[in-house]
């Protein structure tokens, strides 16, 4: 392993940026993800930084069951987002649709559908720090070594 | 011809302030801002078309996921609506536990909206400090009804779970603790000479168009109208004594004012709720029946108002929902951000009002 490469992976493990979109949920998820935030649970001590900014991410965070008005919009986001990047179902809505999966209803999922999808965290909603747990085992995997294999 | 508008400028629909999608679409000359509007349809589902022709059983739980924040006042003005309709009666013990469990979730919601508005105009201590004493309020919603979010803990006749001793007193310790350090937060945003610049007279919204554009809530007790406030007209909240809180000014700290003051005010009417609880049953019975109404709460962002159709079964045959958030997203764009000074306060005076996209859609 060269140097360098060994110096990023040491970056990258403790410098995690986080965006997060939703597409159609109960907004139930949404306060889960900012309750990480909060001093009991403390997302940022494990340099996980939540700023909601596509073009800075490296995790975006996909709530909600999919509805007709992200329908181009959610592909054009996930292009935004640098490599290496990665995106987490944060609640049943993107896994199945959870209750708003019915006949007449306009939702379309799952998410993974749309935008690949490379962990899930059921719940409706998820505990904080379940979704903190999906984050931080996630998170060496994907980048570690990343530039080593992608060759 | 004078040129009026020099940029129309798109905030949103993911945007670091907002926590839900929309799309603001400011008109501007230099950095006045001319005119605004709102673009909604992100997040439409379609809920109360899933909900026709289902028993109410499983109406009862696609209602609290109408909204996230405020999922247990939608469940108890669905569920009384109900009993409305069936003349259901609800035992004094369980009224009581109602109010203590829907008092609990305006707390946590109204810090939530504080909170968001102290992240938007960049004072992070303060809004750390508030999310780490929402966690207070959830832990006690936790301990009394099983879940944090979507607890379904009012169920016709009654609630589900009994208060059990053990439970009152923890409550009543982590209120002391709430009251203590909200106390100290409400000096932190009433002292700050920086928060008075970015908050005071920014995004003024006078009586007379508060009235005009129909606003509820919080927005509205700002404006000077403690009318609004629905829960007057509920005869539990009426046995309480409860008197609105309100101010007049209008502007950005006003409204943040009323949510720490309906805050401090949930405190009080948690711990008088906790002194008039006697032991006795929390459920009674009965069967729903065919009818039709409509019947109003107050949610923590304004009046909620439910119409609700069912037959002998029991079945919805029809519902729509009215929501609080659609009535001060207008008031909103129309009249605070109009005339707002400067673009930066365009995201600030927004989520002052408290918008709740999810339960606006639906």
């Known amino acids: 392993m060269s140097i360098l490469q060994s110096f990023k992976n040491l970056v990258r493990s403790r410098s995690i940026h986080v965006a997060y979109v939703d597409v159609g949920s109960c907004n139930g998820c949404d306060i889960e993800v900012l309750a990480c935030l909060a001093p009991r649970y403390d997302i940022e001590q494990y340099g996980i930084y939540v700023h909601n900014n596509p073009r800075e991410a490296d995790i975006l965070l996909v709530i909600g069951a999919y509805t007709p008005g992200w329908e181009d919009k959610l592909q054009g986001l996930w292009e935004k987002i640098p490599d290496p990047k990665v995106a987490i179902a944060i609640g049943n809505c993107p896994i199945s649709g959870c209750v708003f999966n019915r006949p007449h209803s306009y939702v379309n999922p799952p998410v993974s559908k749309h935008i690949p999808i490379a962990a899930q965290v059921p719940g409706c909603p998820p505990r904080p720090t379940e979704i903190l747990q999906a984050v931080l085992s996630l998170a060496p995997e994907v980048f570690k070594d990343y530039e080593r294999r992608k060759r | ?362």
Request: glycine content about 8%; some cysteine; proline content about 6%.
């Open chain 2, 1 to 362: 011809m004078k040129k009026t508008v020099d940029v129309s400028i798109p905030i949103g629909p993911v945007h670091p302030c907002f926590k839900e999608p929309a799309r603001v679409k400011c008109e501007t000359r230099g950095e006045y801002v001319l005119s605004a509007e709102c673009e909604l349809g992100y997040m439409k589902k379609g809920i109360e078309l899933i909900m026709r022709g289902r028993p109410w059983q499983e109406v009862m739980f696609l209602a609290e996921r109408i909204c996230g924040i405020c999922s247990v006042i939608h469940n108890m003005v669905f569920i009384e609506a109900l009993e409305k309709i069936s003349d259901i009666p609800v035992p004094e013990r369980g009224a009581l536990l109602r109010v203590i469990v829907n008092e609990l979730d305006r707390m946590q919601s109204h810090i939530l909206a504080n909170f968001s508005y102290c992240y938007t105009i960049e004072h992070e201590t303060l809004g750390m400090y508030l999310l780490d004493i929402r966690e207070s309020a959830m832990d006690e919603l936790e301990r009394i009804t099983g879940a944090r979010v979507t607890c379904a803990y009012i169920v016709p006749g009654g609630v589900r779970f009994d208060l059990r001793d053990e439970d009152a007193v923890h409550l009543r310790a982590s209120l002391d603790i709430i009251e203590r350090d909200m106390k100290r937060y409400i000096r932190m945003f009433e002292g700050g000479p920086l928060i008075a610049l970015r908050s005071k007279d920014v995004g003024v919204l006078t009586k007379e168009s508060a009235k005009e554009a129909h606003a509820v809530g919080p927005t509205a007790r700002a404006s000077g109208m403690p009318e609004t406030d629905m829960r007057l007209h509920h005869p539990t909240y009426q046995k309480l004594n409860f008197k609105p809180v309100f101010r007049t000014e209008g502007d950005n700290f006003a409204r943040i004012m009323v949510r720490f003051e309906e805050i401090m005010q949930s405190i009080d009417l948690i711990r008088r709720c906790l002194d008039m609880l006697r032991p006795g049953p929390i459920r009674g019975g009965g069967i729903p029946s065919a009818g039709e109404t409509v019947y109003r709460g107050e949610a923590p962002r304004g009046e909620l108002s439910y119409y609700l159709k069912t037959d002998d079964a029991g079945r919805i045959v029809d519902i729509s929902v009215q929501t609080p958030s659609i009535m001060n997203i207008e008031a909103c764009t129309h009249y605070m951000l109009k005339g707002v000074a400067s673009l930066a306060d365009v995201p600030s005076t927004f989520i002052s009002a408290d918008p709740c996209i999810a339960c606006t859609e639906r």
